[in-house]
């Protein structure tokens, strides 16, 4: 399909994604907000380096260099591994770090003394489960932040990268309650505003029928993202989301043993396409070059099917193949793409994350990750039964996406 029929589609966005998003307010250096942060660990590209470095030091969403908004006040980490980072950046750049998390919230006073929280809970030295989950510390230190939040009666914008939680009941019940505080709440994936080649951008309502996703790495840490990659997209289908009926995991040549089969033989083109748009695949095909991948499964429960491939060991990008009812002709992206400067992923989800600390505006529901959260819970106790199709009643998560889907497109 041409740029051209896509622009007449309405599924290829603007050059620059201009009216995806209001303008940013004007940085003057006065009058900034002050940030806590709250992370597991501190050190070289890590989560907190690569999200937080750009809070302190500025950030090039789309191409264009932003000064940050805000200002890191003080900061939490769980750990400090020998290569910590924190204490440096803390004497260049003016912030405190606090042995608590609620001293760091209250700058060591009574009361919450910040006005935005950023919680980054990936990357430190914490067990895995018996299925492979790592039992990152999310809950606990989250909780702590709620905990001042409601001791001090008021709450103030938050961020919480990745998933709630490999467990979801934890996942459903953090999310309750900050819901229940009610302050702006923004978490998940930094894929869904990278940059996407080309630019494609479902409009609301968009007829998808059927879409998987493509992704790379541990099926845990990275498996997150492939499904955040999908679902950015899916939801914004016809009627709104509805939420997920079942999961499934499928492991190995069992993979191709679906695809091939008539319950999953509407994925094998969209897998093909969704293929055909990477950069960095090994060649040949995907069921001789791939060792041990991964496939979850998941029948929505308006009747979308879905499926998100993680290839373990082969080296790849994250990319979205999807059909259109009324078209002939699959739609595709690439989530990322060749780059001048490493994890440009990073730079537009530090302008989201930037925005709502100083504006309290949120670009993407907070329903996306609890789905996404109990989805790859779910697919994990999938595992845990030897790949039982798995219902998720759970899962009738109802939302609707944003009007703009901001991403990055330079």
Not at 9 to 31: E, I, K, V, Y
Request: aromatic share 10%; with cysteine.
């Amino acid at each position: 399909m041409t740029r051209r029929k896509l622009f007449e589609l309405g599924l290829l966005a603007p050059a620059m994604n201009a009216a995806a998003a209001p303008p940013l307010p004007p940085c003057d250096g006065t009058g900034k907000k002050k940030i806590a942060a709250i992370v597991t660990e501190y050190r070289y590209n890590s989560h907190a380096d690569v999200l937080i470095g750009r809070l302190m030091a500025g950030y090039s969403a789309n191409g264009v260099w932003t000064p940050p908004l805000n200002h890191i006040v003080s900061l939490f980490a769980d750990q400090t591994p020998a290569n910590d980072q924190s204490r440096d950046l803390a004497a260049r750049n003016g912030f405190r770090i606090y042995p608590t998390v609620r001293e760091a919230l209250t700058l060591g006073g009574d009361k919450l003394a910040v006005d935005g929280v950023v919680f980054v809970g990936e990357h430190g030295n914490y067990p895995l489960n018996d299925v492979g989950q790592k039992m990152y510390p999310r809950h606990r230190l989250f909780s702590q932040i709620l905990d001042v939040y409601e001791q001090s009666g008021r709450s103030v914008p938050t961020l919480f990268d990745k998933h709630f939680s490999y467990s979801w009941d934890q996942a459903d019940e953090m999310y309750r309650r900050a819901k229940k505080l009610g302050f702006p709440f923004m978490a998940g994936s930094s894929i869904p505003v990278t940059v996407r080649q080309p630019a494609m951008d479902p409009p609301l309502d968009a007829p998808i029928t059927e879409a998987v996703s493509l992704g790379y790495a541990d099926p845990d840490a990275y498996g997150f993202h492939t499904i955040e990659g999908l679902q950015c997209m899916v939801e914004r289908r016809k009627g709104g989301e509805t939420g997920i009926q079942s999961v499934q995991w499928i492991q190995g040549d069992d993979v191709w043993k679906w695809r091939d089969s008539e319950r999953g033989s509407w994925s094998k083109p969209l897998l093909e396409e969704a293929a055909r748009m990477q950069l960095r695949l090994l060649p040949g095909p995907l069921e001789s070059t791939a060792k041990d991948p991964v496939l979850f499964v998941f029948n929505y429960i308006d009747g979308l099917k879905g499926a998100s491939l993680v290839l373990t060991h082969n080296s790849a990008n994250f990319s979205v193949a999807m059909r259109v009812k009324g078209q002939d002709t699959l739609l595709s992206t690439l989530e990322g793409g060749p780059t001048g400067r490493p994890l440009p992923n990073w730079d537009g989800f530090a302008r989201c994350v930037d925005l709502l600390m100083a504006t309290g505006q949120t670009t993407w529901p907070s329903e996306r990750t609890l789905l996404t959260t109990g989805a790859l819970s779910f697919c994990f106790e999938s595992k845990r039964q030897g790949g039982k199709e798995i219902e998720t009643p759970q899962l009738k998560i109802k939302y609707r996406a944003p009007t703009h889907s901001w991403f990055q497109t330079a």
